[in-house]
Structures are given as structure tokens and as C-alpha cells.
């Protein structure tokens, strides 16, 4: 398993695959960050979110999720396609008591 698939199910732990979906499903129309809507589009066609993240490689999706209270959360997303290509952002996400996204604010973007 690799380092990237390890800090991901970390994330999916804390956050689980409902809220990790609700997050992303949320910041989708984000045009700051690439990543985010090329997982929309493979979630669009039907890609288990286990495949997207789970694939063995070096590369691809990566988040990882610290909780600053019960329900607000830290979270990091993006994607590397290469050692220095590759884009994602920051957001503070609070979930409310379904596991929907009450608010999502933007703290920052990277880009490589």
C-alpha cells in the first residue's frame, strides 16, 4: 500500500465515504482546482470512489482530513499525476448531523 492510499483511508476513516462524498459533490463547481472536478467526472460515470483512490499507484487522488471539532473538518485534496504535476486545495468543511456539507470554505490551492 502506499503512502498516498494509507493517508486516504485515514481520511475515509475519520471522515467516511458518505461525507468524503458529500465534500466532494460540494466543491465541484471550485474551478480553483482542477482535481476536484476530474473525480466528479469519474464519479459521473460510475467509478466506485474505492477504485478512484485505492489503485496501487504512486500518483493520482490524495486527502487527508483533521478534525477541528465534531463536526468540522481540515481538508486537503488533490491530485498528482507526476513527481511535479498535479493540483488541489484546502477547504474547512462542517457536516451537519446527516453527514451533508453545511459549509465549505476555500483556504487555499496549490498547483505543481
Not at 69 to 93: I, S, Y
Request: negative net charge.
Amino acid at each position: 500500500m502506499t503512502a498516498r492510499e494509507r493517508q486516504a483511508r485515514r481520511a475515509f476513516s475519520t471522515l467516511g465515504e458518505r461525507r468524503v462524498l458529500a465534500f466532494l459533490r460540494a466543491v465541484r463547481n471550485d474551478g480553483s482546482c482542477k482535481a476536484v472536478g476530474f473525480i466528479n467526472e469519474h464519479l459521473d460515470n460510475g467509478e466506485p470512489i474505492e477504485e478512484i483512490f485505492f489503485d496501487g499507484d504512486e500518483f493520482g487522488y490524495r486527502m487527508s482530513v483533521k478534525t477541528r471539532r465534531p463536526h468540522l473538518f481540515e481538508v486537503e485534496f488533490g491530485c498528482l499525476v507526476a513527481p511535479l504535476a498535479g493540483d488541489g486545495g484546502e477547504w474547512e468543511v462542517e457536516f451537519d448531523e446527516m453527514g451533508a456539507v453545511a459549509q465549505a470554505t476555500a483556504t487555499g490551492f496549490w498547483l505543481s
